[in-house]
């Protein structure tokens, strides 16, 4: 287990793999790591914004996060030191999507039991495509990457747990938006549905993905792809 780890989770490459087990007392035997984490890896990504009448979006996001990516962000912001957990956070955004500025960065204590958690402000001039009225919903992607042609392997997506993203985003005075229809996808691995909706000034937002399998087999392949394809046209 990695020193900023939750007890009890070992990392993707650990799991379910083969091991010599020598107990104090008795006969060693060979033994199979545990293939799931001791916990659901769920993420909840939290924004509330505003966007103004020149395209610039301003907010502030709370991000709190359990399993494989919990251990590779609270061994990262554990390694540097405070003064640079700013641009750490900057780092990140920029991974999930984000190409505006982040500033005062909070960080939760990297080596605590619970899920990594930490916020930050952000601010991102010329917002989507707001100089032709049309913008996406400032939370990242939600779903798996898309595969073009059949693998020989099983398809690894995550292990299980919950993707929630929601977000909040006020509008200037005096403009009004079409939102989307609320969605719902199923399938043998996974789950997703959505939500949208415009009141007060105020779009707001919900995406839901449900991971049920950590790996998936490649014979499922085409299920695979159509559950993506759908996800990525919400």
Known sequence: TP????????LSTLRNKKALVIPPNGTASVMSTPDTLPFPADEIVD???KISGDGTLTGHFDLSIRGDTEVVLKSAFYA???AQWNQLAQNVAMLMGYAGTV?????DNPTGDGPFHYSYDYER?????WANRRITIPTPPVGFEDLTAQPAEPITVGAKGTVTHRASLQVPEGFSLLTPGSAEFKSSFAEYRSSYSFA???LTSERVL????????AT???????FIQDVMRD
């Open 220 to 226: 499922d392949w085409m299920e695979f792809r159509e």
């Open 3 to 10: 020193e900023v780890a939750p007890f009890g989770l070992l």
């Open 47 to 49: 924004v509330k914004a």
């Open 80 to 82: 540097a030191p405070s």
């Open 103 to 107: 500033s005062n960065v909070a960080v």
């Open 200 to 202: 007060n000034g105020i």
């Open 210 to 217: 449900t991971r049920k399998m950590a790996t998936i087999p």
């Open 125 to 129: 001039k010329n917002y989507s495509d």
